[in-house]
Structures are given as C-alpha cells and as structure tokens.
C-alpha cells in the first residue's frame, strides 16, 4: 500500500511532479463514489412516487415524508461525517461510507415487493437512506485537502456537481429500469392499475454491484495524506467562527434548494403535472451539471459576486413558478423551475469556493462539512413545507414566498460580508472572530 509522508499543494514544484496526479487520482475515485451516495440518499424521490401505484395505500403527506426522511438523517450524520475524515483519514472513511450503502439498497429491494410492507419499515428504510446523505460532508472536506487553493472551487464543483448528479441519474434510470424484467435480478414482478408489469425493486437493487466496486477502487485508489488529522475538539473550534455560520446561511440558500428541490420536484410534478412526471430528472441535471461552472466562475471572478447574483436569479425563478403554477402553464412552469435550478447549482458551487478564500485549510475543511450538513436540511424541510402547503391552503404555491423572503436575506447578508470594501473573502483569514 501507498503511504504518502509529504503532502502540500501550494508548494509549486511539488504540485507539478507528483501532487497533481496524486489529487486527481483520488479526485476521479472520490465523484462516482459520492455521486452513488447521492442516488441512494434520493432514491425514495422516485420510489415514493411509484408505491400506491404497486398495491400500498399511503396517503399524499405520508410519500412526502418518506422522500424527506432521508434528507432529516443524512442532514443529521453530515455533522459526524465532517468531522471523520480527520480523525481517521479521507480514504479510510470513503471505504466505509460506500461500503454502508448497500445496506438500504438491498433492504429497499425486498420491502418494496410486498404491499403489507408497514409504513414503519418503509420509515426505516428511508431514515437509512440517510447514510448516502452524509457522504457528501466527508468527501468534500477529503477532496479541499488534495488541491491549492487557486484550484479549490474548480475541484469542489466537480466533486460536487458531478456527485450530485447522481440525483437526476436516479431519477432519469430508475422509470427505466423498473419496467423491464430483463433486470430483475431478485423477485417477481408487480402490476399496475392498467395491467402494466414493473420490477420495483430493479431501482434498488441495481446499484448494489456497483457499490461494491467503488469500495473496492477506494481501498486501492485513494490515499490518506498527511498532516490533515486533527481531534474532534480541534476541529469543533470551527463553531466559534461567526463566518462558519455566515457562510452556513448562505449554502441553505443555495445546495439547500437544490438538494430541497431535486426530493420535491418529483412528487410535485406528480401532483400538479402528471401527464409529464417522466421530466422529472431535468431539475436535478441542470443543478448538478452547473456546479462545477459556479466554482470556476468563483476562481474567476470572485464567489461574492457569483453568489449574490445567483441569489437574485433564485428569487426571480421562484416567482416564476408561483406565477405558472397559478396559471397551470406547464411550459412556463417548467421553466421557471429550470431557471431555479440552475441558479441554485451555480451558487452551490461558488458558495464552496467562498469558504476556502476565508479560512484556513485545517479550518475550510470541517467548514464545508459543517455548512454541507445544515445545507442538507433542505431534503427534508422542503418536502415537508410543500406537504404542508398543500395541506394547508390546498397548493404548492405559499412555500415558495417563503423561499422568496429567505433568498432576499440571503443576498443582503451576502453584501454585507462579503462584497463591500474591506471584507475578508478575497483573502486567508487565520483568527476570524
């Protein structure tokens, strides 16, 4: 095994004989590995949407609840996941996390063939999905330790935009691969109202191979490098900083969305636009495919600037939606949604860009982690407020001027900071208070 005893990307020479290769290496083992995290975390996003469909009589709160759950504990173990990769090291911890999430992907396989499954099993299923959840906290703060700082933000957002990918690549494959019994790898087959034959279990249990396979390049392709542990406690110092909840406010805003969005859209699709339900991945593509661009942009030009006016594209976007989905225009609506989307990638990625420029290494890393954590809130708390919307007043349409009213304070908190003279984004801050 490869024990590497010297490790520092700033020092130039040193980057370009051997610290490159080293980077990306773990960097192209860490993005299939994250981006399967993410298809098991939401993988409910699709399957909630097929139960009642197969014989289960779960109410419309109740499949929102089993969307959100996974986004509840994911959200929750993103705190112990940031703080892992420095108390036992990036690619130890990658191994286990993989590792992990075959659990929930072959129990969902078999719950899901039996209809008198109980909703508390499909809870617990769910709430295990969670695993896939933390992945992210983890793998980031793994990947910041591996690139200089002039390259953070384009390395973040592909570790992240490509890894988050794996939110439209189970919402786009899994409609597929359950209506065809070529897959069914284990079990028979459930009918639909209208006589179609669909393998539900496919959308579980084809993940399970290659999950073991990316365990296995981890164990032989990733690296732990030094000077990069660090206790718990050392890390806990980062909650002292009044930046960590700054930028913690400003990643809701922006991954929160996304993540929030791309566990809703389906159901809400569904519920306003069935006939068009099988769109239902666009949302998470657009997101994740223009994270990496955010991070680039951010090196470029500046992560304030990028950020603050994705914030305003979100707002617009969302008005966009209350405005179509008022008028049941589906064109418009999706439209908006898109736009929603897309803005809400950008600014995931140049928001991560951000924490590197204001911290220290040894501090940006268990910063990401920590911001990615409350972040990964939005899974649950979006469902849930679109749940309660309809609930309530009978649409979707009054949680979105809530999102309004937080994208509008995001962006004065942003300007605040970080955009007028004298801020500390565009420099290292070694003490910030």
Same mark, same amino acid.
């Given at each position: 095994?490869?024990?590497?005893? @010297? ?10 004989? #051997? ?6 290496? $773990? ?8 981006? *399967? ?11 909630? /949407? ?5 014989? %289960?009589? %779960? ?21 112990? @996941? ?12 990658? +191994? ?65 935009? *490509? ?5 439209? /690549? ?12 070529? !897959?069914?790898?284990?079990?028979? #087959? ?19 191979? =290659? ?54 859209? &389906?159901?809400?699709? #569904?519920?306003?636009? =069935? ?33 603050? !006016?994705?914030? !305003?594209?979100?707002? +617009? ?10 008028? #049941?225009?589906?064109?418009? %609506? ?31 890393? &268990? ?9 990964? @809130? ?12 309809? $609930?309530?007043?009978?649409? =979707? ?16 908190? $942003? ?6 003279? $004298? ?11």
């Amino acid at each position: 095994m490869r024990k590497i005893t @010297y490790w520092n990307p700033e020092d130039e020479k040193f980057w370009n004989a #051997k610290g490159k290769k080293i980077a990306k290496r $773990n960097l192209w083992i860490s993005v299939p590995s994250l981006m *399967l995290a993410f298809i098991v975390w939401q993988i409910w996003s699709v399957v909630a /949407v097929r139960l009642n469909d197969i014989g %289960f009589h %779960f109410t419309q709160e109740q499949l929102f609840t089993l969307a959100a759950i996974p986004g509840l504990v994911g959200a929750t173990l993103r705190f112990i @996941y940031t703080f892992a990769v420095g108390t036992i090291g990036g690619k130890n911890w990658t +191994i286990i996390s993989t590792a992990i999430l075959a659990v929930p992907a072959i129990g969902i396989g078999f719950a899901v063939q039996n209809p008198h499954t109980s909703y508390t099993v499909m809870l617990t299923l769910a709430a295990l999905c969670g695993l896939g959840g933390g992945n992210f906290s983890s793998s980031s703060a793994n990947i910041s330790f591996f690139f200089p700082k002039r390259e953070k933000g384009t390395a973040l957002g592909i570790n992240g935009g *490509l890894g988050n990918m794996g939110v439209s /690549v189970v919402q786009f494959v899994t409609p597929l691969i359950v209506t065809s019994g070529t !897959f069914a790898l284990v079990g028979g #087959k459930q009918v639909l109202a209208n006589g179609q034959h669909v393998w539900l279990q496919n959308a579980a249990f084809i993940w399970v191979i =290659p999950i073991i396979i990316l365990t296995v390049a981890a164990i032989f392709g990733m690296d732990n490098i030094p000077n990069t542990k660090q206790s718990v406690a050392d890390q806990f110092v980062i909650v002292k900083r009044k930046h960590t909840w700054i930028m913690t406010v400003l990643y809701v805003a922006t991954f929160g969305s996304f993540i929030g969005y791309s566990a809703a859209f &389906p159901l809400l699709l #569904k519920s306003q636009f =069935p006939q068009h339900i099988g769109l239902a991945f666009l949302g998470a593509l657009v997101a994740a495919a223009a994270r990496p661009f955010g991070g680039y942009l951010a090196d470029k030009i500046g992560g304030a600037k990028v950020t603050s !006016f994705v914030l !305003f594209i979100m707002g +617009i976007g969302a008005t966009g939606v209350i405005y179509f989905l008022n008028t #049941k225009g589906f064109a418009g %609506f999706l439209t908006a949604f898109l736009v929603l989307f897309l803005a809400s990638g950008i600014g995931s990625g140049s928001t991560f860009q951000m924490i590197p420029a204001i911290f220290i290494p040894k501090e940006a890393a &268990p910063v990401i982690g920590f911001s990615a954590a409350f972040a990964a @809130y939005g899974s649950y708390f979006i469902p849930k407020l679109f749940g309660w919307s309809v $609930n309530t007043t009978g649409t =979707p349409v009054t949680a979105f001027y809530f999102f309004i009213g937080f994208y509008v304070i995001s962006i004065l908190i $942003n300007w605040y900071f970080y955009q007028r003279k $004298n801020t500390v984004v565009e420099s290292v801050v070694k003490h910030v208070n």
